[in-house]
């Protein structure tokens, strides 16, 4: 007991002669927060400061003059300048693995969801050789903290500064004036273009692929962290839960791609019906492009953005279905994805994606998961001497559908196109810019 007892006495002697020290700074502390707390109202990011922006090339307003992109507030702007600062976790994480495919997670507003998501990367065997990018459409408080402690590998978020979720009271939120629902333009004096089934422009609904569409041309050609990749890039979704093995995998598969299936255009974690997970056989799979874990390279992408026109004036809400009935018939041949014989990532949950917190009618799932994770699922399970089968007459969306509709307003058009060239104007109008 003796033994314990002097340093106990000598730390108490200290204290008593740190404390007036302590008390300053707590005051200090105590005083800053106070101002912190006064100066900064919601919307602004208070922890960086313009310092911060300035050493970055934030450069990408220069071109803007030149498209009519809507004004932006307050929050859409703050939004955009945090899509230029570095990825965090930097220091643990420096370097990232030469043939690395860079994996953009996209995300509106279920955290519940998006939970499940991150933990299941969390046990990704070589997440930590990779950039992680989560695109936010819309600013909500919880999804950030959840992004904010990721920690197994690089991660930058970037948010959608057009998203109609920053824009309470203008385009491309609601704006007074606008029609609503099956009105009347000319009756009503109101503004918009009816679809064709006659409706007006639901903002909530056409966030999805304005985001979507944002979010492609952002990561392949505006942000610098990924404009020059030169490999494939993963794009996941909040509700795909992704297996063990899904980056191994999803390498094999892009590097057995040219010769295994030199007609496909993208690799995918999963099959194209959503509620499979495979068929188990001893075989790889060509089919359809499907909306879990698709993969593809910047080839593949200028000519998606060749497509632009079409993805754009298309009128169809949903991304997905715009490329399927639009886009990918346009390329002239069957457009083939390669995948294995089984699932590694899974669709969960039960609620859409329109289907928001804190609407009326909100859709209500903690996210209880019971998708099996068996050891097959925890090693690469794609075997490189496995002939492919092909799935060539698939049922679904195809060339010749006219779409749902929801997309037939003509700011909503023009938007996408802007978001199509806002990367690119910079080339044509100063060429001392590096692109
Ligand atoms: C900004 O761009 C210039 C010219 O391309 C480059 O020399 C500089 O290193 C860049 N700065 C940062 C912080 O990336
Ligand atoms: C990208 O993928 C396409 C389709 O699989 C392929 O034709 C093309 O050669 C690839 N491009 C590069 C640079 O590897």
């Not at 333009?185 to 966030?207: E, F, L, M, T, W």
Request: hydrophobic share 35%; aromatic share 12%.
């Amino acid at each position: 007991m003796g033994f314990y007892r002097k340093p106990r006495d000598k730390i108490a002697i200290n204290l008593r002669r740190v404390l007036p020290l302590v008390l300053v700074i707590l005051g200090g502390v105590l005083l800053l927060i106070f101002l912190v707390n006064t100066n900064s109202d919601s919307y602004t990011v208070p922890w960086y400061t313009d310092e911060v922006f300035s050493n970055l090339n934030y450069s990408l307003t220069i071109s803007r003059e030149d498209l009519k992109l809507p004004e932006q507030n307050e929050l859409s702007i703050s939004l955009e300048k945090r899509n230029w600062l570095p990825p965090r976790n930097l220091r643990l994480f420096p370097k990232l693995a030469k043939d690395h495919i860079t994996i953009v997670l996209y995300v509106h507003n279920r955290p519940q969801y998006l939970r499940v998501v991150i933990e299941s990367l969390s046990r990704v065997k070589g997440i930590e050789e990779t950039l992680l990018i989560v695109s936010h459409d819309g600013y909500f408080e919880e999804m950030n903290k959840i992004v904010e402690g990721v920690r197994f590998c690089q991660v930058k978020q970037i948010f959608a500064p057009y998203s109609p979720h920053l824009f309470p009271d203008a385009f491309p939120g609601v704006s007074p004036g606008d029609c609503q629902e099956k009105d009347d333009a000319s009756k009503k004096n109101c503004r918009g273009n009816p679809d064709q089934y006659g409706n007006h422009r639901s903002p909530k609904i056409v966030s999805l692929k304005h985001h979507w569409w944002w979010m492609m041309n952002t990561v392949w050609d505006g942000l610098q962290e990924t404009r020059e990749h030169s490999g494939h890039i993963l794009f996941i979704e909040e509700d795909h839960f992704i297996f063990p093995n899904a980056y191994r995998n999803i390498q094999l598969l892009s590097a057995l791609k040219p010769k295994k299936c030199p007609d496909c255009y993208a690799v995918n974690l999963a099959p194209s019906d959503v509620k499979s997970r495979g068929e188990g056989w001893e075989c790889l799979i060509a089919e359809k492009i499907g909306n879990i874990g698709y993969a593809f390279n910047r080839t593949v992408w200028r000519k998606i953005h060749s497509k632009a026109r079409g993805f754009c004036f298309f009128d169809e809400y949903n991304w997905d279905i715009t490329m399927w009935a639009t886009v990918y018939p346009s390329f002239g041949n069957t457009v083939y994805t390669l995948r294995g014989p089984r699932a590694s990532a899974a669709h969960f949950g039960k609620c859409g994606l329109h289907q928001g917190q804190g609407d009326k009618g909100a859709c209500i799932d903690q996210g209880a998961v019971t998708i099996g994770v068996e050891e097959i699922d925890k090693v690469p399970n794609i075997n490189s001497k496995w002939d492919v089968h092909v799935i060539k007459h698939q049922s679904g969306y195809q060339a010749g559908f006219k779409g749902w509709g929801g997309w037939g307003d003509e700011r909503d058009r023009h938007l996408c196109l802007d978001f199509a060239q806002m990367y690119h104007l910079r080339k044509e109008k100063s060429s001392d810019l590096k692109v």
